[in-house]
Structures are given as structure tokens and as C-alpha cells.
């Protein structure tokens, strides 16, 4: 079965990467319910790109997150099990419940009221910090300078991290997930990496407890039930692997559709109300995540009309979700007073972000924070030379440079 597609760029093609969305608008007239072959492995995949129908497809139980459990033997010989072979096969990301409601439980139970209050005020810290530091150089890169170093810093204070091995991370996360068949041989290196960093993290909470979210899961606990050492390195793993580099790829595409889109600046700008609103619609015109991680079917089944063998993987693609118009009206415009927004930017069902609200955090404090401090920044280089990293489950630019003029205009 080809991936091609008719009419516009191929799936997984270095066109699809730069600009995938006349690919979405394709598939969601023509094969709403698409099969192709992955391009590691040439597995038999589905691409579900409905809104309606990603909604479905992440909330039904027939669709296992287990890959290594459920997925067919062609899925699992390709290397295409997130986490195989390492404890990131226990993460609340890719079980299932009863155990995906236990471990859910327990690790929200170490975000509480008081520390998510204290994440506020560590967000407004970072974002004021390495927005000086832009500020000294007068011209600077999103992605590298700003989104990255906020990021790292949030993440760093609030697990316990050390700041200098964000660099060390993102790379590994680069090898957990490529998007080119030629460098599947590092993914276990990748997650081993991650994971080999999430145990030394642990340990050395274990010997010197600290006022972090790391802390917090060593010592969660319900009546008797606590996190096991294999189900509380694998749930930091996660942590790390979903709050590196999404939340500064999310700032980065927001940063860009901003300066794409003047007048939505301007009202940002002039209408601090809209602040929670804006943040939304952002999220849903061009979020971190391009697609959620595999499902796997547990038993031949038809689904939005199509037959879909037992063990089959699919995949929902959440940025094409967000753009269907079924749902939103004008859905390829930036419109930041758009009201009632229920996009999947975060996902959807039981396996949603469970860091929605960090990164919400993030998001509402670092993106107005850019502007309100440089009112007048604008792109370095031609908007024809931006690209995006070309990995099939996250839309990330590779750089975005600016110039910082009017700066010290803000208040951040």
C-alpha cells in the first residue's frame, strides 16, 4: 500500500514536514480513515484525521495504547513499541487501565494546590530571567534563546532537573523518535538514555528530598498503594520526555503564528482579557503535538467505516483534528476571540496531557511576556527559510530568529 496522496504531498514526505496541512485537507474529504505504510518497518497504519472521529478514536477502549501487548507482530518487529524494553513500557502514557487508573491517580496526588501555585511564580521567574538575557543580545533565536531556555529552566526547578543537561535530553528525545527508518538503530539508546537519567534523578531524590514534583511521586502514596522504582522511574521518564521539548516547540509555532498574524498580535496586546482565550486558540491553530502516540486495535473491528484488522496500529492527527471545518469555522485563521474551543491539542480520553495545565501555565505567561517586553520584534530571516524538524508526531521549528527592537517596553 503506498503512502502517497493525491493531489498534494505525499504522508511523512520532507513537503508533508514543511507544510502538512493540504495533506489533512485531503485526507479528511477523501479517506477520512486513511491505510498507508509507515515508513519504518512498512507497517500496515491508519491516519484518522477527523475530528469527530480522532475524538472516537482516543476514547474508545478497543484502541490500546499497549503497543507491546496488543500491536501485530509486524509492529512490534519494526521497533515501533514506544518504550520496548525499558521501564518507559510501565509509563501511565502506554498502559491501560486498571493499571493506566491507578498510576493516574497517584501521580496527581503529588499536584497539589500549593505546588501548582508555586509553578506560577517558577514560570514568571524563568520567563522574566531569559527574557534579559534576549534582551542583551538584541537579536536572538526563539526556539534556542527563549522557548528552550524557559522550558528547561520550568522543568529543571520543578522535577529537580540540572539545567545543563536539557541539551543532553532533547538530543536523546531525537532518538527516541525519528522520523527517518535510517536512525531507528538508536531508539533504544534514546529511551535508554531518558531512562537511565530518570533513575539517577530518583535515586538522588531518594538521599536528598527536595521541595519538587520529583520528590513528590517518590513519597506518593493512596491508603497503602505507592509507585513501585520501576513505575516511578518510568512515570519521571515520562515527565521528562513530555515536558522537554513540547512545550518549547508549542511556544515557538505560537511565537510564529503571531508574527504571521499582526492584527491577532495587536488585539493580544491591547486585550489582556482575551489572554486565556488566546492561549486556546493558539493551542488549536498549530499546537506541539502533529499526532497523538500510537493505538493499537485489540479485535478486528469497523471504524467510521472502515475495517480495521485485530492488532492494527492507527494514528490520530491532532493538528488536523483542530483544523477540520466541521468543527470550527474558517479553521485556517488565527482568530484569538474565538469562544468554546474544544480542541485536541492536548489529546483526548483517558491518555490527555498530564501536563495540560503546566504547559497552559507556560504558554500564558511566556508568549504575551515576548511581546510585552519587545513590542516591535520581528522575524531575522525570510519566512521561506523556516523550517520545521522533520519528525512525524511533533511540529517543531528547527530555529525561529528575531530582532528584539523596542525592548524594555514590556513589563515582564
Keep these: 500500500m503506498s503512502i502517497a496522496v493525491e493531489s498534494c504531498a505525499p504522508l511523512f514526505s520532507p513537503q508533508y514536514f514543511q507544510d502538512p496541512y493540504p495533506t489533512f485537507g485531503w485526507l479528511r474529504e477523501n479517506s477520512p480513515v486513511h491505510e498507508f505504510e509507515f515508513p519504518v518497518g512498512n507497517v500496515r497504519t491508519w491516519l484518522v484525521t ?44 502506554v498502559v491501560d487501565p486498571p493499571t493506566h487508573t491507578r498510576l493516574r491517580r497517584l501521580a496527581m496526588s503529588a499536584f497539589t494546590p500549593r505546588r501548582t501555585a508555586q509553578w506560577r511564580q517558577t ?8 527574557l534579559d538575557q534576549c534582551e542583551a543580545r538584541g537579536e536572538f533565536d526563539v526556539m534556542d534563546d527563549y522557548a528552550g531556555p524557559v522550558s528547561s529552566a520550568v522543568m529543571g526547578e520543578i522535577l529537580g532537573l540540572r539545567i545543563d543537561r536539557h541539551k543532553e535530553l532533547v538530543d536523546a528525545l531525537a532518538q527516541a523518535f525519528p522520523s527517518d527508518a535510517s536512525r531507528m538503530e538508536q531508539v533504544p539508546e534514546g529511551f535508554a538514555r531518558i531512562c537511565d537519567y530518570a533513575a539517577e534523578l530518583v535515586t538522588q531524590k531518594r538521599q536528598n528530598p ?166 516591535r520584534l520581528t522575524a531575522a530571516i525570510p519566512r521561506e527559510e523556516l523550517r520545521y524538524i522533520e519528525n512525524w508526531a511533533m511540529r517543531r521549528l528547527v530555529r525561529l530568529p528575531v530582532r528584539a527592537e523596542g525592548a524594555g517596553a514590556g513589563a515582564a
Design 210 to 375: 527536595a521541595d519538587d514534583l520529583t520528590t513528590a511521586l517518590v513519597h506518593a502514596r493512596e491508603n497503602e498503594d505507592r509507585l513501585s522504582e520501576e513505575e516511578l522511574v518510568a512515570m519521571v521518564a515520562a515527565m521528562i520526555l513530555a515536558g522537554s521539548d513540547t512545550i518549547r516547540a508549542f511556544v515557538g509555532n505560537a511565537v510564529l503564528a503571531l508574527l504571521d498574524h499582526p492584527d491577532q498580535l495587536r488585539l493580544m496586546l491591547e486585550r489582556p482579557d482575551l489572554d486565556a482565550g488566546a492561549l486556546e486558540e493558539l493551542l488549536r491553530y498549530e499546537g506541539a503535538l502533529t499526532t497523538a502516540l500510537f493505538r493499537v486495535t485489540t479485535e478486528e473491528m469497523e471504524f467510521a467505516g472502515t475495517v480495521l484488522p485485530a492488532g492494527a496500529p492507527v494514528i490520530a492527527a491532532l493538528l488536523s483534528a483542530n483544523r477540520d471545518p466541521r468543527q470550527f469555522g474558517d479553521p485556517d485563521r488565527l482568530d484569538l476571540t474565538r469562544t468554546g474551543l474544544r480542541h485536541v491539542g492536548f489529546g483526548h480520553g483517558l491518555h490527555n496531557c498530564l501536563g495540560a495545565a503546566l504547559a497552559r501555565l507556560e504558554g500564558q505567561a511566556a508568549i504575551p511576556a515576548l511581546f510585552r517586553r519587545f513590542p
Design 50 to 93: 477527523g475530528f469527530e472521529d480522532v475524538r472516537a478514536l482516543l476514547a474508545d477502549p478497543r484502541f490500546s495504547s499497549e503497543g507491546g501487548t496488543w500491536g501485530n507482530p509486524e509492529f512490534k518487529e519494526a521497533g515501533l513499541v514506544s518504550g520496548a524494553g525499558s521501564v518507559l513500557e510501565k509509563a501511565v502514557t
Design 123 to 130: 514560570v514568571e521567574r524563568a520567563v522574566s530571567s531569559v
